[in-house]
């Protein structure tokens, strides 16, 4: 394959890529699949840096990657931990629910009708009681379930 | 004991030190002993003056040189390399470069004893004058700084520097005058000195310019191939000013360093701030209004009148200026009735009578003038000193009407005053006398030619008349008669405090022997000032001491006259004098004198006025115009920022989806320039 | 001419074949996503596909046109046989059919598991995309990093964060369309700057490409460059360009994954009981 052709091939697949994350980070309101999609667009960054490295026979496209690993490591590590946080907060890891920062004049983001669950009611594997059934509590349980 | 070039250093150098130290430490821990540092350093200045003195009297004037003058250069303050001036007449001139430089000459040397003394006695004389005043450290700090401002004014050598510290004394002048700012009188007082002294100080400024492109330098002296403006190069060759300023300019530089000198010294048209300025403590108008700052434009038309002898029509204008100030000022002086306000129109009329001496363009004339600024100083300063000890036993009443006969509660103050006001009268043989007649003398000699100086003597002849009639009158009034104090002060009158009388006392007897014991000695001493002892001034001759037996017979008389019809008219029931303030009052001559001619009036309607029109156009302007622009561009970004707002869902996809909604227009757009 | 080159030249000249392939390919996106109970999940598979196989073609095409048919040793009609034969450009385009396709299906999934679990598969293709390259520490580091450490933790938080059955939040999408047309038009955009920069084709006595493009296919190029980002020592360039140009830039990283860990820590320690608690009692 010619040094060109390979270029532009990783290019549009980086672009791809790139664009591919963006639908999921600017639609999907799951805010673990956002960030998924977040690296995604990272990745297509990545591909397009890598391939000008080697079209330029530059070491700057490779190093440049390894920085934004680092930076997606650092990313992830805060992210999930802000995650926790705020799904401790309102029980689900729905983004819409966050827009306390909109202006004060600005009605509150109001969810279209919530379509049901058209997923079939999972059969979950049962094993044979072994021992005895430990005490639960039922607030307890309550309170542990309560935001799921 | 001393060089001469620390010498020259340290009497500047004291006050300041004081100054600072007063400044710095007076009101936390001086104190009400604020004034110690003060006293010392102006008495130490006093003495080095007076070593001072004695080392350039001593000296005498080479064959090589014109005058006597000795120059030391501190540093240089600027240097701007080619930024000279360059004309025909003069070398190329390649820096710009001023230094700081004293010199120390006759006049200067004359100067500074005489100022550093009168503020020595005044520092003593304001401990007991100011004394429990909340800002007694402040006054004494603003009097150091005033010392140290004048001693340099008179020891510079250089016209920037000049112009620096003639502003520095401005300075002094107006906080001092304004020292009680509470006072909306002395604050408006200190402000009018400030702004009028402005006007003059305008025309000075711009004289400095045309010197500064006629001889490309300021410098007084010669410095290494910079000849200087008054240097000996120039003055031993005076042919070379009428080379070097021709035509107008040499009408012109004379004329607005004279508008400078008119701001300073009170002089018509701009002296309608000395009268307002008595607002001040006393002590202050005695130094700086009476004294010495005042007579700084005396000083400066000396130190240049190689320029001036340059076009006859400059000395005119000097001599009309100086006789018609003195005649106006007497005759507002005539109907005063506060005290100070008569000295202060007195101090007017006598620095007028100065004018008209330098104006008269003859050596004799410019030592008359100097020979007057000097015995004017110690008798003025007693004089004022004197009504300040009035002040002092009257709770601050000086209005004359409200007291009388005070000779019997204040006898020291009484003998002083008197002294004093016969010195100022011309009374032989006090200190005026013999000031007055050379400058009258002097006159006469112009008068011979006839012309306008015939007037100016016949003008100065009732000056003098007028001076003692109203001196006489505020003698009488204040002094003689029955004891009248007013109700406020009861039976508190009372003698001032030996820290007030002491200095009254060694002024008085200043007052009595300055005038006959330097007579001839002081003009033969400063005629040794380079700028007075080249020819362009000097003439062939010199300076050649006649006695007038016919001026002198003259002036006395009128003296005489003017003090015994003052007696005729305030001593006794004034029934008289009432009859001839209701005459007066008939034909409108009384108001006139009493308002001083309506001076404040006119100036009230001609400049106050319109510029306060102006002020207020441009609040306008300021107020709709700008701050319309200022609010409209305040007003555009939150117009925008209302309809932005609405898009302010707060949902965060919505900011991801505006970004890239930018990055896909950018990309756009460079597809668009750089493809379609 | 071969027909290739016919079809592209009429193709490449105007631009709308990549606005149509941009515009499937956002329709296949849309129709893709999950929109509560709305169907046609697998139309948009089709769309989408079809999108991107013009996509290829275009690339292709002009790839063609740009090099000369003649000069160009990939021939992608006759190639597409020889390719069977598990040829060089078989790998990457199996690499890169992976990596697209299971991105897409990482984004468009509902079970946030699924989605976790097509990104890992969508980072193996870019690691394979990597080592193709030659870029093989990346290829090793990408797996290491994402899809050993991130990924995983990202699957232990939706194992502790996740409800029964599918959320109301991953059954609907946030304005669909207007995300998917503006991807589309990115993605377009994007392929028709590089393709109007890198395949420009010849017009008259111009040549074919730009003359920095035929510079770089010189052989004294690839001899050089084998020595240098293509070595066998790779790794030690990495390392040389790394520890001497970049070492500020190391050193600041380090301390960034530092601050980050800190960060991290405070962060989750700041989750208390009673921030739970107070949300049920409201």
Same mark, same amino acid.
């Given at each position: 394959m010619l040094e060109v052709q390979l270029l532009y091939n990783y290019l549009v697949i980086g672009a791809l890529l790139f664009g591919i994350g963006l639908v999921g980070l600017l639609s999907r309101r799951n805010m673990l699949i956002m960030f998924l999609a977040a690296e995604m667009m990272l990745q297509g960054v990545s591909l397009s840096l890598v391939a000008f490295g080697r079209f330029h026979n530059d070491w700057g496209g490779t190093t440049l990657v390894i920085l934004i690993l680092t930076v997606a490591a650092c990313e992830a590590a805060i992210l999930l931990a802000l995650v926790q946080c705020l799904f401790h907060r309102t029980g689900n890891l729905d983004i819409a629910v966050w827009h306390d920062l909109r202006d004060a004049n600005q009605p509150k983001f109001i969810d279209q009708e919530v379509p049901g669950d058209d997923a079939a009611k999972p059969e979950w594997p049962t094993l044979t009681p072994a021992g005895i059934e430990p005490e639960v509590d039922a607030d307890e349980a309550l309170e542990h379930r309560i935001h799921v | 004991m001393f060089e001469t070039k620390s010498l020259m250093v340290l009497i500047p150098a004291l006050p300041l030190a004081a100054a600072i130290i007063v400044g710095l430490l007076g009101r936390r821990w001086l104190k009400e002993y604020s004034h110690v540092p003060v006293v010392l350093a102006l008495a130490g200045s006093c003495v080095f003056s007076l070593l001072l003195l004695k080392d350039i009297s001593n000296r005498e004037p080479d064959a090589k040189q014109v005058g006597v003058e000795v120059t030391h250069t501190l540093w240089t303050w600027a240097a701007i390399p080619a930024a000279g001036v360059t004309t025909p007449q003069i070398k190329a001139t390649p820096n710009f470069q001023i230094d700081i430089t004293l010199r120390a000459d006759p006049l200067t040397c004359m100067m500074l004893p005489m100022v550093t003394f009168i503020a020595t006695l005044v520092a003593i004389y304001a401990m007991g004058y100011m004394? =429990?005043?909340?800002g007694y450290w402040r006054f004494y700090a603003y009097v150091g700084l005033f010392v140290f401002s004048m001693t340099m004014l008179v020891s510079v050598s250089n016209f920037a520097l000049l112009y620096v510290f003639w502003e520095a004394v401005g300075v002094c002048s107006y906080l001092l005058i304004g020292f009680w700012f509470e006072k909306p009188e002395a604050a408006a007082a200190g402000k009018k000195a400030f702004l009028v002294n402005r006007v003059g100080d305008f025309g000075f400024a711009f004289g400095l310019f045309l010197i500064w492109v006629s001889f =490309?330098?300021?410098?007084f002296h010669d410095a290494g191939d910079v000849q200087g403006v008054l240097g000996q190069t120039l003055l031993a060759n005076p042919a070379r000013y009428a080379e070097i300023i021709t035509g107008s300019v040499a009408l012109a530089i004379p004329l607005l360093l004279m508008v400078g000198a008119c701001g300073k010294s009170a002089q018509f048209p701009l002296h309608v701030w000395l009268p307002d300025a008595m607002e001040g403590p006393t002590p202050v108008s005695a130094l700086i209004h009476a004294a010495t700052m005042v007579t700084a434009g005396v000083y400066m038309v000396t130190r240049c009148s190689p320029l001036f002898m340059l076009d006859p029509r400059a000395q005119l204008v000097v001599a009309c200026i100086g006789g018609f100030t003195a005649l106006l000022a007497g005759l507002i002086a005539l109907t005063q009735t506060d005290l100070k306000r008569v000295l202060a129109y007195s101090t007017v009329s006598q620095l007028g009578y100065m004018f008209l001496a330098l104006g008269t363009g003859s050596l004799a004339g410019i030592v008359a003038g100097m020979f007057h600024l000097f015995t004017h100083a110690f008798f003025k300063a007693l004089l004022f000193l004197g009504a300040g000890s009035v002040m002092h036993g009257m709770h601050h009443i000086i209005d004359m009407r409200r007291f009388s006969g005070l000779r019997r509660v204040m006898p020291w103050t009484c003998l002083t005053f008197l002294i004093g006001s016969l010195a100022l009268a011309g009374i032989v043989p006090l200190a005026g006398f013999w000031s007055k007649d050379q400058v009258l003398a002097a006159v006469h000699d112009r008068a011979h030619d006839g012309g306008p100086f015939v007037y100016l003597y016949y003008s100065a002849v009732l000056t003098a008349f007028l001076t003692a009639f109203y001196t006489a009158r505020a003698f009488f009034m204040t002094f003689m008669g029955p004891l009248v104090v007013p109700h406020e002060v009861g039976d508190h009158a009372h003698e001032s405090p030996p820290a007030m009388v002491f200095p009254l006392v060694v002024l008085a007897i200043c007052s009595i022997f300055v005038g006959i014991t330097f007579d001839h000695s002081l003009g033969d001493f400063i005629v040794r000032t380079p700028s007075l002892a080249c020819t362009l001034v000097a003439g062939e001759h010199g300076l050649e001491h006649h006695f007038h037996w016919d001026i002198a017979a003259i002036s006395t008389v009128v003296a005489v006259l003017g003090i015994a019809i003052a007696a005729y008219f305030y001593l006794g029931d004034r029934r008289q004098i009432n009859a001839l303030t209701r005459i007066m009052q008939g034909v409108r001559l009384y108001g006139l004198s009493n308002r001083k001619f309506f001076f404040d009036e006119i100036y009230h309607v001609l400049f106050v006025l319109p510029l306060k029109g102006l002020a207020a156009l441009s609040y306008l302007i300021d107020r709709w115009l700008v701050d319309g622009l200022v609010n409209l561009c305040g007003w555009i970004p939150r117009a925008v920022g209302a309809v932005l707002r609405n898009i302010q869902t707060g949902v965060v996809q919505f900011y991801a989806l505006a970004m890239v909604l930018g990055l896909a227009l950018l990309i756009g757009t460079l597809l668009v320039w750089k493809v379609g | 001419m071969s027909a290739a080159a016919l079809l592209a030249t009429t193709l490449i000249t105007p631009q709308w074949p990549y606005a149509l392939a941009a515009l499937l390919f956002a329709a296949g996106m849309w129709l893709l996503l999950p929109r509560g109970a709305a169907r046609g999940r697998r139309l948009g598979a089709g769309v989408c596909l079809a999108g991107l196989a013009l996509l290829t073609l275009l690339v292709h095409c002009g790839m063609v046109v740009a090099c000369g048919e003649e000069s160009c040793d990939v021939k992608w009609l006759p190639a597409l046989s020889t390719s069977l034969g598990l040829g060089e450009d078989f790998v990457f385009l199996t690499l890169a059919a992976v990596t697209v396709a299971s991105a897409i299906a990482s984004v468009t999934f509902r079970k946030p598991v699924y989605c976790a679990i097509w990104f890992a598969l969508c980072l193996m293709g870019v690691a394979g995309l990597f080592l193709y390259q030659g870029a093989q520490f990346l290829g090793v580091a990408t797996i290491v990093v994402y899809a050993g450490a991130i990924l995983v933790t990202i699957l232990f938080v939706l194992m502790l964060a996740t409800p029964e059955g599918h959320a109301y939040y991953d059954r609907l999408s946030w304005e669909a369309p207007l995300s998917s047309v503006l991807a589309g038009v990115l993605v377009g955009l994007l392929t028709i700057t590089t393709a109007s920069a890198l395949t420009t084709p010849p017009t008259g006595d111009k040549p074919a490409a730009p003359a920095w493009l035929a510079a770089k296919t010189t052989d004294a190029y690839h001899a050089e460059r084998s020595k240098n980002i293509l070595n066998d020592n790779h790794l030690a360039g990495i390392g040389r360009e790394l520890f001497s140009k970049h070492l500020i830039a190391v050193e600041v990283a380090g301390t960034l994954l530092l601050v980050a860990l800190v960060g991290a820590v405070a962060i989750a320690q700041s989750i208390g009981p009673t921030a739970s608690a107070t949300k049920r009692d409201s």
């Open positions: - | 004394h =429990g005043d909340p =490309g330098t300021l410098n | -």
